[in-house]
DNA sequence: TATCTGTCGATACACCGTATCAGGCTGGAC
DNA sequence: GTCCAGCCTGATACGGTGTATCGACAGATA
């Protein structure tokens, strides 16, 4: 498991200053670029100029590794504003923002227990700014945003994803799915899925995502006495 | 040659037919047993009786083999009831039942497109249960308890690990992070998430899980037309 | 200078997803 | 009955992965 605290830095005669940050950093513009797929201990070595098994000085594991990246980019996941409704929103609006800057936070968020400093600063900062509304509401308010954050992003990456591919592919990708989508819908086994299609509301990412917010935030107003 | 002799029983070793249903059957029982990391390619054929290669006869890739298996999954996933509210708490519900048969499924879910037969089935189920409320509304609601679900589902079996990890290697566990958290407190940085751990309500994982999602329901009831 | 000691990273291992292709088997043509 | 074409199969191989091991080397000590 993973210790969140930095080791001794190795006092070395520094040719280059290797360290936990500069690994992390390295790991994170690699995802940035090529996904989370080419994050490969390797590579962030190579990167680094470095020999695969020198970050072992520092990590004890890959998902350290993937753990230290999620805590990074919380460091900028702030909320702000006042009144525990706009904090609440500017803490969706922050980690969405994160996840538009890192699409491979998509991949981890959620995914693992995250207790390193940043997100502990996120937390505290949001409880800090909620107080004045009594802890029987604020916890389970608090998880419920965040577990709607969780999921909005990930749809929404993954909606992303998928037409990034079919933009830069879009004849082969409408050769492999418009034909079985077509099959499929020809059956007539999803009528409304079918109408929905044609004539249903086509939202964009933005309006979706702020609509489900607002649903729940809504929801949560409904608790919170006043 | 002793030609009275009966010749091989036909019916010895006769393997059921290979297919791509028992090959993403295969896959389904490992990752429940060994977790989704024990899901190669290799060992779903080593399970099968039958070389890695033969797979690709059925599956295009490892993702796709990932693909069905959430879609197999989703044939139990049935909204249940009547009227807009149940019929989303009853998704959210058999989502989360899901998710607790299937562990793995917390670390695909939201991950992918999902474009499989029975995916779609669950959409056209709940949309088709949910007539009566205009589309407008209907649209962000289930993309939002969708959302939502994915979610909460992901940090309960996130939770349900550590757990389960920390149960069986509580010492080891306590070691590294007791330690560490009790430091990290006492730096006084964290004072709102120190008097939470302290005097903050401990809901359990069922009471999250629906406190959260009645406040989402609560805030769609409000957009809902009557 | 000679010895000890601890760190570093080259090498190695087991495993992964999957491309390739030789070989065997099957079905059909004569 | 014989032969051949073609397909299917799975052994082999390739380039990657995370990480354990341990020899070599550097710095400290005597």
Redesign the interface.
């Known amino acids: 498991?993973l210790?969140?605290?930095r080791p001794e830095p190795p006092d070395r005669p520094v040719p280059a200053p290797l360290s936990r940050d500069r690994i992390v950093r390295a790991a994170i513009e690699l995802a940035d670029v090529d996904g989370l797929d080419a994050v490969s201990l390797r590579k962030v070595a190579a990167a680094l100029d470095v020999g695969p098994m020198r970050l072992y000085g520092y990590i004890a594991t890959k998902e350290d590794l993937l753990d230290l990246m999620v805590d990074a980019v919380h460091a900028e996941i702030r909320p702000t504003g006042a009144g525990w409704r706009e904090v609440l929103r500017s803490l969706a609006e922050a980690t969405r923002q994160a996840a538009h800057q890192h699409e491979w936070l998509?991949?981890l968020i959620?995914?693992?227990?995250q207790?390193g400093?940043n997100t502990?600063?996120t937390?505290?900062a949001v409880?800090?700014a909620m107080?004045g509304v009594d802890?029987?509401t604020v916890?389970?308010?608090v998880?419920?945003v965040?577990?709607?954050?969780?999921?909005?992003v990930?749809?929404e990456i993954?909606?992303r994803r998928?037409e990034r591919a079919s933009g830069m592919d879009k004849e082969q990708w409408q050769a492999t799915?418009g034909p079985?989508?077509r099959r499929?819908f020809a059956t007539g086994?999803?009528?409304?899925?079918s109408t929905?299609v044609h004539?249903?509301?086509h939202?964009d990412a933005d309006?979706?995502f702020h609509?489900?917010l607002?649903?729940?935030?809504?929801?949560?107003?409904?608790?919170v006495p006043r």
């Open positions: 498991m210790v969140w605290e998509a991949d959620g995914g693992r227990p207790l400093p502990l600063a937390s505290e409880l800090a107080d802890l029987a916890v389970p308010a998880a419920a965040n577990a709607y954050v969780v999921g909005a990930r749809r993954t909606e998928a799915f079985y989508l499929t086994r999803f009528p409304a899925l929905l004539d249903g509301p939202l309006q979706t609509a489900g607002d649903f729940l935030l809504d929801g949560i107003a409904a608790h």
